[in-house]
C-alpha cells in the first residue's frame, strides 16, 4: 500500500494545499475546491496496486472536483475508473445530467467529458483504475457506457467486487496473486462497460463468461486451502447463481469440482516433496491442502499419481521422483 496522502502527518497550516494538491494528481480535475469545517481539513487517500490495475481510495471533509471543457477536449484515456461511493453522497454533474450518488453507487470517471464532483461533509470514495489498454475496447464503446452502467446486470457484481477488494487490499495486494486479481477485475470492469454500452449483444456473453472464468481460477487459487471451498461458496463469492456458474464452466469443458482437486493434490505434491528438518505428517498436510478426509486425499491422490503420498514423499526426499 501507497499512503499518498495523509493530513495527520502535515502541518495544520498547509493541510488545505496538500489535500489540493494530491486530488489534483490523483482524480483527474483540474480544480480542487475544499470545505473547511471547525477542525478545519483532513483526508486519507491511499493507493494499492494490482498488476496494472490500481484501487485508489479517498476519505476526507467536503471536496468539490472540477475538470473543465477545455482539459476535456484534450483528454486522451489511459485509464478508466470505476468508482463506488462510499461515506455520506455525492452530487455528479456531466454533460449528461446531474445526480445525486449514495453509498454503494457505482459511476465511471469519464475525464473525456467536463466533470463536476463534490460531497459534503465527511465522505469517502473508492475507485478501480484499469489501463485502456488493457481493456480492448473501442473508445466509443467506454464513452457510450458511462451512463449506462446502471442498465447492466452485472453492475451490482462490479460494485461488490470494487468494495471486497478494497476490504482485503492490504493482504491481497502483497500476495503472489495480486496480478490474477488486477487480471480478473480487469476483465470485469470490461464485460460490464461492453454490456451497458452495447445491451443484449451476443459479444457482451462471450466477454462475460470469459471475465467469470478467469474469477472463478483466481478465486479457487485464493482459497483452496479453505475446506470450505466448493461450488456454491465459488457462486455467492461472485455474486451468480450455480446454475449460471455451471453453465459457463460446462461451455468451457472445466469441471470445476475437478478443478478444485486437481489443485489442491497439485499443492499437496509440492509440499510432500519439499526436504525438511521437520516434516508435517501427511494427514495435516491433507487438511492443510482442504481435504476433510486423509483417505480420501490417500485415494484421490494415488488415482491422478499412481503413488501413495508417503511412497511420493520417500521417493522425493530420496531425490527419485
Do not use: N
Request: net charge positive.
Amino acid at each position: 500500500m501507497a499512503v499518498l496522502l495523509d493530513t495527520e502527518d502535515v502541518p495544520s497550516g498547509d493541510r488545505p494545499d496538500a489535500f489540493r494538491d494530491a486530488m489534483l494528481a490523483a482524480s483527474g480535475s483540474t480544480h480542487v475546491d475544499l470545505e473547511t469545517g471547525p477542525s478545519g481539513v483532513s483526508a486519507r487517500l491511499d493507493l494499492w496496486e494490482f498488476g496494472s490495475a490500481r484501487v485508489f481510495t479517498a476519505r476526507s471533509t467536503g471536496v468539490t472536483l472540477v475538470r473543465d471543457a477545455r482539459a476535456a477536449r484534450g483528454a486522451s484515456y489511459e485509464a478508466v475508473a470505476v468508482a463506488v461511493h462510499g461515506l455520506g453522497s455525492g452530487r455528479h454533474e456531466s454533460s449528461s445530467g446531474q445526480r445525486i450518488v449514495r453509498s454503494g453507487e457505482l459511476m465511471m470517471v469519464d475525464i473525456t467529458r467536463p466533470f463536476d464532483f463534490s460531497w459534503s461533509g465527511i465522505g469517502s470514495s473508492t475507485s478501480l483504475q484499469v489501463p485502456i489498454s488493457d481493456l480492448g475496447l473501442p473508445l466509443r464503446v467506454v464513452q457510450r457506457a458511462a451512463g449506462r452502467l446502471r442498465s447492466s446486470p452485472l453492475y451490482r457484481i462490479v460494485s461488490r467486487h470494487v468494495v471486497d477488494l478494497t476490504a482485503d487490499a492490504d493482504t491481497l495486494s502483497a500476495s503472489p496473486l495480486a496480478a490474477d486479481l488486477g487480471e480478473s477485475s480487469t476483465h470485469l470492469v470490461r464485460a460490464l462497460l461492453a454490456d451497458a454500452a452495447d445491451p443484449g449483444d451476443t459479444r457482451t456473453r462471450d466477454v462475460f463468461e470469459e471475465t467469470l472464468l478467469s474469477q472463478v481460477h483466481a478465486y479457487v487459487r485464493q482459497h483452496l486451502r479453505d475446506p470450505m471451498l466448493a461450488p456454491d461458496s465459488v457462486a455467492a463469492a461472485l455474486a451468480v447463481s450455480r446454475r449460471q456458474l455451471f453453465r459457463v464452466c460446462r461451455r468451457a469443458g472445466l469441471s470445476l469440482e475437478q478443478y478444485i482437486i486437481g489443485k489442491r493434490l497439485e499443492g499437496a505434491r509440492t509440499e510432500l516433496a519439499a526436504r525438511s528438518a521437520r516434516p508435517r505428517p501427511i494427514a495435516s498436510v491433507a487438511y492443510g491442502w482442504g481435504f476433510k478426509d486423509p483417505s480420501h486425499f490417500s485415494r484421490r491422490f494415488r488415482a491422478a499419481y499412481g503413488l501413495l503420498p508417503s511412497e511420493w514423499r520417500r521417493l522425493a526426499t530420496e531425490g527419485s521422483p
